[in-house]
């Protein structure tokens, strides 16, 4: 797995040792970067994080069902974003496995659970790739 984002996952390690949950970090740094529009923005703003989810999992697959309605069709956005977030789920799965820290339920609580703030800069990283692409 290529990582090609080094400065988004310093954003990202940056805005987490801040305090920063990992939803709220990947939602503000696809702002920053203009990849969605202000009204997607503000629904994603608004949404946040539901526990017992990885946020940071949660946020991307918000995120690229946004980016993907609206840049494609409505009927083939959906496919599109469903088969970009499976991709990105198995690549952030095959560098879990790998020996790098875990992601679950925990990282919903930040403050507890140390590895998130390893996993959300990935997620970030491959989000991007996964955009950039479509």
Request: aromatic share 8%; with cysteine.
């Amino acid at each position: 797995m290529d990582l090609h984002f080094p400065k988004a996952r310093l954003f990202a390690y940056d805005k987490l040792t801040a305090g920063h949950g990992c939803f709220s970090v990947l939602v503000q740094a696809v702002a920053d970067a203009g990849l969605i529009s202000e009204d997607s923005l503000a629904e994603l703003k608004d949404e946040n994080q539901q526990i017992g989810q990885c946020g940071s999992l949660q946020a991307a697959r918000k995120i690229i069902q946004a980016y993907m309605s609206e840049r494609h069709h409505e009927d083939s956005a959906s496919a599109f974003a469903e088969a970009a977030f499976n991709e990105l789920k198995s690549q952030v799965d095959a560098w879990q496995k790998s020996g790098n820290p875990g992601y679950g339920p925990e990282c919903a609580e930040y403050q507890t659970y140390f590895p998130c703030r390893d996993t959300a800069p990935i997620v970030l990283d491959l989000l991007l790739q996964k955009t950039m692409r479509h």
